[in-house]
């Protein structure tokens, strides 16, 4: 279990999210994992999150919650 939990809510964010996630993974602590959160996003977070191959960053989707 990594000490820190780094969540990211996004929606619609693929705009900010690969630098977001980008600068958070360039960190020197590594005791990390990175959680982002998809509220309902009609962007393609789903899709590009699947092309990340750091196993600290995960993906949950839900409906939009506002």
């Given at each position: 279990m990594p000490k820190v939990s780094v969540i990211i809510p996004a929606y619609n964010a693929m705009a900010y999210l690969p630098e977001t996630i980008a600068n958070v993974l360039e960190q020197t602590y590594t005791d990390f994992e990175v959680?982002?959160?998809?509220?309902?996003?009609?962007?393609?977070?789903?899709?590009?999150i699947t092309q990340i191959s750091d196993l600290r960053v995960r993906l949950v989707s839900q409906s939009n919650k506002g």
């Open positions: 959680v982002v959160v998809n509220d309902g996003s009609t962007d393609n977070i789903k899709e590009w």
